[in-house]
């Protein structure tokens, strides 16, 4: 049976969420097209492969010592030889810094079309159409590819996450990984131990209508403590340095898809709302009933936040 294969991301020999994320797309994708879900693991000696195995019910394995870090080169041949072995209709990746580094290169490789930057994936017609953001999340497209195969990438957070269950079978795959030409020589965490927001079910989000740092601290952190979520910001707000820049959402910051989002002195930017429209309940606050926040909220309060907050956090 044909295979919709997603390429798993690790680090330091932990699984990164994206590949549970992965895990999920390629489930639903491979039963709407008659497929079977399985996934694709690079590394030295296998042992995340078997951790993986425990989200998918196919694993198929690639160990190399030319593998134990990420390169675009070791990465895209590995990819192609488990395609080669396998009849994979097609390849999940996540649009991670790694994703787009190998996943054009790897459509290259397989002679096939590529999607990237996904967010949603529907099949039609017995073919899958893929949904992504364009013009900085103003209009949604569909994309098709034209060839038999397919490779796409994938926004973090536009999946759940699989939640483990049934251990998978590891196959390993011969593959020539051959000359990596690039050489990793430090990896530098320059925003260790930081929040990952996309995961959120709850955020309260603070714009520059918050005025300054301390009221963002007084107003916004409070407010998310006491619905038990994230606080996250606009890009001025992070500009400022009133929050820390993993904290914001939007273009070029995260992608969130809370069950609850709450905007608060956030005008709703093109960029802002390309981060955040995918939530399912938005309610926003803003003081001018013109905001364009309004136009995607679901719930409108028209008011001064300062009034605003203070009142929702006595009836909460
Ligand atoms: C290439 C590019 C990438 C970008 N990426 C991002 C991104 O990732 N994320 C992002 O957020 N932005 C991004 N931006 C910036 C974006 O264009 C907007 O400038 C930004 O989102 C505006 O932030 P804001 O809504 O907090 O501020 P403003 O637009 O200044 O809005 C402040 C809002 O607060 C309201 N307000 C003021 N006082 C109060 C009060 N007391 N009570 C209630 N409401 C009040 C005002 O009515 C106003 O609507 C990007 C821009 C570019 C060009």
């Known amino acids: 049976m044909a295979k ?4 798993a991301e690790h680090f330091d020999g932990k699984v990164e969420d994206s590949t549970l994320e992965l895990c999920k797309a390629a489930k639903s994708l491979a039963s709407a097209l008659g497929a079977e879900p399985a996934a694709a693991v690079f ?25 134990e870090k990420y390169s675009a080169d070791g990465y895209t041949a590995a990819a192609k ?47 899958p159409v893929f949904t992504r953001n364009t013009y900085n999340g103003k209009i949604q497209e569909n994309k098709k590819v034209k060839t038999d195969k397919f490779v796409a990438t994938f926004e973090k957070g536009a999946f759940d996450m699989e939640a483990a269950g049934g251990a998978g079978a590891v196959t390993k795959v011969a ?67 009133w929050t820390e820049a993993a904290r914001q959402v939007g273009q070029s910051g995260k992608s969130v898809t809370p069950d609850l989002y709450i905007a608060a002195g956030i005008s709703g930017a093109i960029q802002h709302v390309a981060g955040m429209k995918g939530s399912k309940c938005i309610v926003a606050i803003n003081k001018d009933p013109e905001a364009p926040i309004f136009n995607i909220a679901t719930y409108g309060i028209v008011g001064d936040l300062f ?8 009836n909460l």
């Open 4 to 7: 919709i294969l997603i390429i």
């Open 307 to 314: 009034e605003v907050i203070p009142a929702m956090m006595e």
């Open 175 to 241: 593959a020539t990984i051959g000359a990596v030409r690039t050489t990793v020589k430090e990896i530098v965490e320059t925003m260790a131990g930081a929040v990952d927001i996309s995961q959120a079910k709850v955020i309260v989000a603070g714009g520059r209508g918050l005025k300054d740092g301390d009221k963002y601290k007084d107003v916004i952190i409070p407010l998310a403590k006491k619905v038990g979520g994230e606080y996250a910001a606009s890009r001025p707000v992070v500009d400022s340095g």
């Open 43 to 67: 590394s030295k000696d296998g042992a995340v492969a078997n951790e993986v195995a425990k989200y998918i019910p196919a694993v198929f394995s690639v160990e190399d010592a030319n593998l």
């Open 81 to 127: 030889a488990v395609v080669e072995s396998q009849d994979v209709k097609g390849v999940l990746i996540a649009h991670s810094y790694y994703g787009v580094d190998f996943a054009a290169k790897l459509a290259l490789a397989l002679d096939c079309g590529i999607v990237s930057n996904c967010n949603k994936v529907a099949v039609e017609g017995g073919a």
